[in-house]
């Protein structure tokens, strides 16, 4: 059974940092790159960030670059999402995705970020 499972989400103060997590089962972990997204209640998911199956190619939206970083552990099955400065525009529920995706695939519960003070 494939899996994706987000964790690490919280409520955090402008400014603060989080770390989010995506725990993978059920497949091959390295076949596969990682892509980040959020989704705030009322608007389309949007994609934060992604990064290669080796690791060796990330990429970031707009508005999070300088701020959130992203890495795998392939030995662990598990990408991560570390987020900086965070800022209340970044309140969200963030969720992962394997790319490309499968048919079967799909979305989990996801993790929410509430950056406020």
């Known amino acids: 059974q494939v899996q994706l499972v987000e964790s690490g989400g919280g409520l955090v103060q402008p400014g603060g940092s989080l770390r989010l997590s995506c725990a993978a089962s059920g497949f091959t972990f390295g076949n596969y790159g990682i892509n980040w997204y959020r989704q705030v209640p009322g608007k389309e998911r949007e994609l934060v960030a992604g990064?290669?199956?080796?690791?060796?190619?990330?990429n970031y939206a707009d508005s999070v670059k300088g701020r959130f970083t992203i890495s795998r552990d392939n030995a662990k099955k598990t990408v991560y999402l570390q987020m900086n400065s965070l800022k209340p525009e970044d309140t969200a529920v963030y969720y992962c995705?394997?790319?490309?995706?499968?048919?079967?695939?799909?979305w989990g519960q996801g993790t929410q970020v509430t950056v406020s003070s």
């Open positions: 990064i290669t199956m080796t690791g060796n190619i990330v």
């Open positions: 995705r394997r790319v490309p995706p499968e048919a079967i695939d799909s």
